[in-house]
């Protein structure tokens, strides 16, 4: 922490202390009594304002801030920031708190105050929602301080240019980690979904104990040992499962001030993690015109780490997005059967169109899953009562927009291909949700 030079800031209360010490000298001219008490009370004002000072300013190291972070915010997040204030004056002070926040918020009139007693420790806490990626840089921590006076105030100023990095959500990345780690994903809104079929595969052979499935008991065991012996399986493993997140410009469109391709991004994430934990193979393909980054699925430790770096760093002009590109990395790169969670965005039946030829020819080969996004303001027009004729034409213009959705969906099941439509809000609990679902179907 790096001290500037200490400065005055007169007060409210100093300012109109000197207005009404005018008032009085004003008065001067009609009475000479008047100018006499102005002359008296301007001494009293000159040596209450030393001792302001003195008090304020015998104390070199006064008071003392820090601000309390983690190393980076998570997007889309409220992000707890603290700022830790010591106040090592000998008497109680009257602290006002500004702390410059990084342009991205526009928020221009932060202010704390509160009272701290001597030798105190106090903590300023507040949030902050980043709404996109990036570099966040903070400024100063402003601390003006004043006694019981309270004629001046006198600056410190701390921490100059702190520069926090916004990188995708891992606090819900985290959140459901933690449920997943648990098995309480039903908590946090992932379905219970019964397991369909026999989707696993063989581990081991081992002696019946109570509870074992009938079904499993192998024979020829059985009458080698002499004693009732059982197969043992365990969930299939290690399975390909990438997030193809399409960066184009159907993906630039807003929601709660963040845009639909930081949702797919904070996804992607979530899942990619589940899908780690459950020892499937997390991988990544980021595309628009062109193919922005590949990370093969893999199940090595550093994977989520790979991941998470990349998605940080990932930047579009939200161009057109190249289908017939995606297709063909996909086809020379991806050599595995593999769970391929594409993020994108169709808005009409006719922008699928142009499209389903390459999602049908990644379908033969991959489980394909396309996940686009509900406009939540048609919904709120859908559900609102018409009054007049602009709300009849608002609400047919609605109609007709929910109806192209309800035909992506019928049209890509149509083709064979899985899809999930749904509020960005809720983007990654379906998302989840559809991968147990597959995995529990054994069609990955």
């Known amino acids: 922490m790096k001290l500037k030079l200490p400065e005055i800031y007169f007060t409210t209360r100093s300012y109109a202390v000197t207005a009404a010490l005018v008032l009085v000298y004003l008065l001067g001219f009609l009475n000479i009594f008047f100018y006499h008490l102005a002359n008296i009370l301007l001494l009293l004002f000159l040596l209450v304002f030393a001792l302001d000072i ?78 996109q990626r990036g570099e966040y840089h903070f400024g100063a921590i402003r601390v003006f301080v004043a006694s019981a006076i309270k004629l001046i105030e006198r600056r410190f100023s701390f921490e100059q240019g702190t520069m926090l990095p916004v990188y995708p ?5 985290r959140k459901y980690e933690l449920l997943a780690i648990h098995n309480r994903l039903t908590s946090g809104g992932i379905k219970k979904i019964r397991r369909i079929g026999q989707t696993a595969e063989f581990d081991q052979i081992k002696e019946y104990v109570a509870g074992d499935d009938i079904r499993s008991v192998n024979w020829k065991a059985t009458a080698r040992r002499d004693r009732l012996m059982v197969n043992k399986y365990q969930d299939e493993k290690s399975q390909p499962v990438y997030c193809l997140v399409d960066m184009g410009r159907n993906m630039k469109m807003p929601f709660e001030q963040m845009a639909l391709l930081d949702y797919a991004i904070n996804a992607s994430l979530v899942i990619s993690n589940i899908a780690h934990i459950k020892n499937d193979k997390p991988g990544l393909i980021t595309f628009t015109h062109q193919i922005h980054s590949h990370i093969a699925a893999e199940r090595r430790n550093s994977q989520m780490k790979r991941i998470i770096e990349t998605l940080y760093n990932q930047q579009t002009n939200y161009t057109e997005s190249d289908f017939e590109r995606l297709y063909t990395h996909v086809k020379r790169a991806v050599n595995q059967r593999s769970l391929l969670l594409l993020f ?55 109609e007709k927009f929910e109806l192209e959705k309800r035909l992506i969906i019928k049209e890509l099941t149509a083709c064979g291909i899985q899809s ?7 983007l990654s609990i379906n998302t989840i949700n559809k991968y147990l679902e597959l995995k529990a179907r054994g069609l990955v």
């Open 169 to 173: 959500s891992f606090i819900q990345m």
């Open 344 to 398: 994108t965005n169709f808005e009409s039946l006719s922008s699928l169109k142009r499209q389903l030829k390459y999602l049908k020819q990644i379908a033969k080969q991959h489980l394909l899953v396309v996940i686009f996004f509900e406009n939540t303001e048609l919904k709120t027009v859908l559900t609102k009562n018409a009054e007049n004729t602009f709300d009849i034409y608002y609400k047919t213009i609605a």
């Open 54 to 131: 003195f008090i304020l300013f015998r104390n070199k190291n006064g008071i003392k801030a820090k601000r309390i972070t983690g190393a980076k915010l998570s997007n889309g997040d409220e992000n707890i920031i603290s700022i830790q204030i010591e106040n090592y004056f000998a008497f109680k002070t009257h602290i006002t708190l500004i702390d410059e926040l990084p342009i991205q918020f526009q928020i221009r009139n932060f202010e704390r105050k509160i009272i701290s007693e001597s030798g105190k420790e106090n903590f300023i806490r507040y949030s902050l929602r980043p709404v």
């Open 420 to 426: 999930i439509y749904t509020s960005p809000q809720n």
